[in-house]
């Protein structure tokens, strides 16, 4: 599951903007803002979700998922 925290998170590590997002991911900006503009899981089409997320992990984000501490993201170590 992916929640739009982690979504803004990953953005902001990035430096993404919902616009690059959108460029990135394919799904609109207004889809996009959309989406964020409630603290859940990321809603709508499963398939609008599976975009996001494979968009911000080919840019380097990590997905943590919950396991006791909660859930987050954290960038892939550069070599």
């Known amino acids: 599951m992916l929640s739009v925290r982690q979504v803004k998170a990953a953005r902001a590590l990035l430096a993404w903007s919902q616009s690059d997002l959108a460029k990135a991911s394919g799904v609109s900006e207004p889809t996009i803002a959309r989406l964020e503009s409630v603290d859940a899981l990321i809603g709508g089409r499963a398939e609008t979700g599976m975009k996001l997320r494979t968009a911000l ?21 550069t070599k």
Request: proline share 5%; aromatic share 4%; no cysteine.
């Open 57 to 77: 992990e080919a840019a380097g984000v990590i997905f943590i998922e919950e396991n006791g501490e909660g859930p987050g993201v954290r960038l892939k170590r």
